[in-house]
């Protein structure tokens, strides 16, 4: 265990990294929640919006996504530093490190998410034993239900797939890391919840076009469809997602395009 003084690294002594982080992630969280907001009651986006079906508003949805940031995650990042587990050691990692990092990052979130949510969160028993069901309440149509859940889904879903592949990284102290780590994920979880799927507003090239593999290729990336069918039929794409390689429900053939509407995963 470390001493509360060596917390910081190059930080102010009043500035745990691990607090930082947290910070710049509840700017992206809440920031880009706001413009889906925003966009919900204006219709700016109507043209991309595909799912509206929640029935709790804004005002409803937050305290809770509150009380599971500040009361769970942080404490439990804030803990892990203090442990010495990550949020500590080399100031800078060097480019490879940090563009490996960023890579084992995706693939560690996916697989711990992967075990989390489908033999664990969605195993017959538990789902409402955990609450799961709660977040299976909301339709991800508003950008910020993604953290609307019990405190035990939180926990399994959303703080251990963050923290144990932190861990495992081992990305020091780099404030620049972390920070676009924490800010990154807090965005993806968003816009699969937002009910927005941005790759409708990419143009369509004609079958002859030079363009159409690309297009494609960037559609597929940029679509929410994998957690939209995931909350749509509850047996598909666990961790498969906007930002995520989808490396486990490949393999185990439960990502959405595999696996019939009526299929059982």
């Known amino acids: 265990m470390i001493a509360a003084s060596d917390l910081s690294g190059p930080l102010p002594a009043w500035l745990p990294l691990s607090v930082l982080a947290f910070a710049a992630q509840m700017i992206a969280y809440h920031g880009v929640g706001l413009l889906f907001e925003w966009s ?16 709790l508003s804004y005002r409803q949805l937050l305290p809770r996504v509150l009380a599971n940031q500040f009361f769970i995650l942080l404490p439990a990042m804030v803990a892990v530093q203090y442990w010495g587990l990550a949020f500590v050691g080399a100031q800078h990692l060097s480019l490879w490190h940090f563009l490996a990092g960023m890579l084992l990052m995706g693939v560690g979130h ?45 926990f399994l879903e959303i703080v251990l ?40 507003a990419l143009p369509r090239a004609p079958s002859t076009s030079i363009w159409r593999r690309p297009l494609a290729f960037l559609a597929a990336a940029v679509t929410s469809k994998a957690h939209g069918e995931h909350h749509r039929r509850s047996n598909v794409s666990f961790s498969d997602g906007f930002g995520s390689p989808g490396i486990c429900d490949a393999i185990f053939a439960t990502r959405w395009d595999m696996v019939g509407d009526k299929g059982k995963a």
Do not use: N, W
């Open 40 to 55: 919900d009651r204006t219709g700016r986006l109507r043209s991309c919006k595909v799912r509206d079906v929640d029935r």
């Open 110 to 154: 996916d697989i711990v998410q992967y075990i989390a949510h489908r033999f664990i969160l969605h195993r017959p028993g538990l789902i409402r034993t955990l609450g799961h069901s709660l977040h299976h309440s909301t339709g991800a149509s508003k950008g910020v239900s993604a953290c609307y859940m019990s405190s035990a889904d939180f």
């Open 161 to 200: 797939p963050y923290l144990i592949p932190l861990i495992l990284v081992g990305a020091g102290a780099d404030v620049l890391f972390h920070v676009v780590v924490a800010s990154l994920g807090a965005i993806g979880g968003l816009y699969e919840h937002s009910g927005y799927d941005f790759a409708l």
